[in-house]
């Protein structure tokens, strides 16, 4: 364009010249013997000898105006074939401009701060975020928005983030956690006392989070990012509200991730691959669907887990992503289920994590994690497409495969015995109208029971010391609704199912189950905390009452559920569930 442009103002010149020569007539002397002015050349006559200049014939003149003129109509030619290009990369900005203000709306981001975000980042993640995620601030791995709060040090940029809560917590039973998240499987019965018939009410302000993000980019083609979040969730030191409040600071996630060209490496601990997400396979919090709930609980029925662990992702296309994942494997049984013992020995109490603070096993009563075989293998793949005028479907689905060992003395002589469990999952997350996300999530699978939210047993022993993994399935369906940039509802339906597994045995080495005795899970007259099933129904609601992109933003965030919990056997004249209501109302002040 530049030499165009060049060539453009070079005929111009010539044209006037050309002009200057025609308009300018020829200097005689004059026939009394007077010259030219002094301010022109003197020129002879045609016919003298001593003639020092002459005017160009005209027909030369007129070939070389004709040449000129060829030459400007070439370069208009030239100047309208670079008009069309030009016009062709104007429309193709202003179609850039129109996805801008999408993901602008999507965001929540005004358009006057969007400005900033012309300065894009080299990154693999996907530009396209969910509905802002209320205990998060804005999708950390979404390219060109900066942060007011960045700060660049060397060719690091380091990004705070997090937000100041205040939780006020209504539980219509005591389920006894004093915490945010709810004991979805110690949920009291109505006959429970004096549980059951205790209310609960606390404020606390546990949630409060803090991040920090740190993005590198050491070439045009690889990036680097460092995650780490934490909240004070943490362990709970007994009478800690009576005077000072002193939750414990503890880390939720604390991962890395490298990119280059279509690879990522990821390792740390972050949320586990099985979790559903909302966009590709990206580790980043607002990118991961866990709902938008106050409870640390989640959603009964929902598959998440932070663990440590490592991951490779590999972009097949700018849609399509696949990775595998090796994970901290964890065998979990709940200490209400019965394995077979000859009343000195119980076998087992070491080789699983039952969930509380110790096992019946003096050697471990301080230690909880189990001597696991191999880590848990994930892989999964996801799909994002945008139908219309940018709406996103997505679509993920994984599977998990998880071994289990256990030492049987009972038998003779003692061994071990080995089994191989597993479970697929199938999520979507679709955008069917502007700002309006259905959501359906599944799982299933043996011996993947503390995958889902509410937790259930991995696995029971028959009598004979073999290895059985119980069956388990869960799902949740539901929307959110941006209704509008300052509004958000949602609403989830969820729940778990975990069959039934066990085994008649002598009564020496079991417990009483009608005439027999059993060990396992679910049997008759086993323990009302055997969870046959879970069922949860919650609906929120989200307005943001300040927000400055410069500033962060106040949210009122309210949550309000009813919660039922079903065994697999209550006794006679008992009630056959236990159920409770829920209800969090919360103050958020989010970081920018």
């Known amino acids: 364009m530049q030499r165009y442009l060049e060539r453009k103002s070079k005929s111009l010149a010539i044209v006037l010249l050309a002009a200057l020569i025609v308009a300018t007539p020829p200097v005689w002397a004059s026939p009394d013997g007077d010259t030219a002015p002094a301010s022109t050349s003197t020129v002879a006559p045609a016919n003298s000898s001593t003639s020092v200049a002459s005017a160009p014939p005209a027909a030369e003149l007129a070939s070389e105006l004709q040449q000129l003129r060829q030459t400007v109509e070439a370069q208009e030619r030239v100047f309208e074939e670079h008009s069309k290009e030009l016009e062709s990369e104007r429309a193709a900005l202003k179609e850039e401009l129109q996805r801008i203000a999408a993901f602008e709306t999507k965001l929540g981001v005004a358009p006057d701060a969007a400005e900033s975000a012309s300065r894009a980042r080299a990154s693999g993640d996907s530009l396209t975020s969910p509905p802002q995620d209320p205990q998060n601030k804005q999708p950390i791995n979404v390219v060109g928005i900066e942060n007011p709060l960045s700060i660049k040090i060397g060719g690091a940029e380091f990004t705070p983030g997090g937000f100041i809560d205040l939780t006020g917590i209504f539980r219509s039973t005591n389920d006894g956690t004093g915490s945010l998240g709810t004991s979805f499987p110690t949920l009291p019965f109505n006959n429970t006392l004096p549980q059951g018939q205790l209310s609960e009410f606390r404020f606390t302000g546990q949630g409060t989070r803090l991040s920090m993000k740190v993005d590198v980019n050491p070439s045009k083609t690889t990036a680097v990012t460092g995650y780490i979040e934490s909240d004070f969730n943490g362990f709970e030191p007994p009478n800690s509200d009576i005077s000072t409040q002193g939750s414990s600071f503890r880390i939720r996630l604390a991962w890395a991730q490298i990119r280059h060209d279509k690879w990522e490496l990821l390792t740390g601990q972050s949320w586990t691959l099985l979790t559903p997400t909302r966009v590709g396979l990206s580790p980043a919090p607002e990118n991961v669907f866990t709902g938008l709930r106050l409870d640390t609980s989640y959603l009964a029925g929902l598959v998440f887990d932070r663990q440590p662990g490592i991951?490779?992702?590999?972009?097949?296309?700018?849609?399509?992503?696949?990775?595998?994942?090796?994970?901290?494997?964890?065998?979990?049984?709940?200490?209400?289920?019965?394995?077979?013992?000859?009343?000195?020995?119980?076998?087992?109490?070491?080789?699983?994590?039952?969930?509380?603070?110790?096992?019946?096993?003096?050697?471990?009563?301080?230690?909880?994690?189990?001597?696991?075989?191999?880590?848990?293998?994930?892989?999964?793949?996801?799909?994002?497409?945008?139908?219309?005028?940018?709406?996103?479907?997505?679509?993920?689905?994984?599977?998990?495969?998880?071994?289990?060992?256990?030492?049987?003395?009972?038998?003779?002589?003692?061994?071990?015995?080995?089994?191989?469990?597993?479970?697929?999952?199938?999520?979507?997350?679709?955008?069917?109208?502007?700002?309006?996300?259905?959501?359906?999530?599944?799982?299933?699978?043996?011996?993947?029971?503390?995958?889902?939210?509410?937790?259930?047993?991995?696995?029971?022993?028959?009598?004979?010391?073999?290895?059985?993994?119980?069956?388990?399935?869960?799902?949740?369906?539901?929307?959110?609704?941006?209704?509008?940039?300052?509004?958000?509802?949602?609403?989830?339906?969820?729940?778990?199912?975990?069959?039934?597994?066990?085994?008649?045995?002598?009564?020496?080495?079991?417990?009483?189950?009608?005439?027999?005795?059993?060990?396992?899970?679910?049997?008759?007259?086993?323990?009302?905390?055997?969870?046959?099933?879970?069922?949860?129904?919650?609906?929120?609601?989200?307005?943001?009452?300040?927000?400055s992109p410069n500033y962060g933003k106040l949210q009122v965030i309210t949550q309000f559920s009813y919660v039922v919990r079903a065994p697999w056997y209550v006794p006679v004249d008992s009630p056959k569930n236990a159920h409770a209501f829920i209800s969090y109302v919360n103050l958020r002040y989010i970081i920018p």
């Open 311 to 547: 991951r490779f992702t590999y972009h097949l296309t700018d849609q399509w992503q696949f990775a595998v994942a090796a994970e901290n494997p964890e065998c979990f049984v709940p200490s209400s289920v019965v394995f077979p013992t000859d009343g000195a020995t119980n076998f087992f109490s070491t080789q699983c994590d039952n969930g509380s603070s110790s096992t019946s096993a003096a050697s471990a009563a301080t230690n909880t994690s189990s001597p696991n075989l191999h880590p848990d293998i994930i892989a999964k793949t996801a799909f994002d497409w945008y139908v219309g005028d940018g709406k996103l479907f997505h679509i993920d689905a994984g599977g998990i495969a998880r071994s289990f060992k256990a030492y049987s003395n009972l038998v003779t002589p003692a061994a071990t015995n080995t089994i191989t469990g597993g479970g697929g999952q199938f999520d979507l997350n679709f955008e069917v109208l502007k700002g309006f996300h259905l959501i359906g999530n599944t799982f299933y699978g043996d011996g993947v029971g503390r995958y889902i939210g509410a937790l259930g047993p991995d696995i029971v022993i028959r009598p004979n010391g073999t290895l059985s993994a119980v069956h388990a399935g869960s799902g949740v369906a539901g929307f959110e609704w941006q209704a509008t940039p300052n509004f958000l509802v949602d609403s989830y339906y969820s729940g778990a199912y975990f069959w039934r597994n066990y085994a008649l045995t002598t009564k020496a080495l079991g417990a009483p189950c009608g005439a027999d005795f059993c060990v396992g899970f679910g049997f008759p007259n086993s323990a009302n905390t055997n969870n046959k099933s879970y069922q949860e129904a919650t609906v929120g609601f989200i307005p943001t009452i300040w927000s």
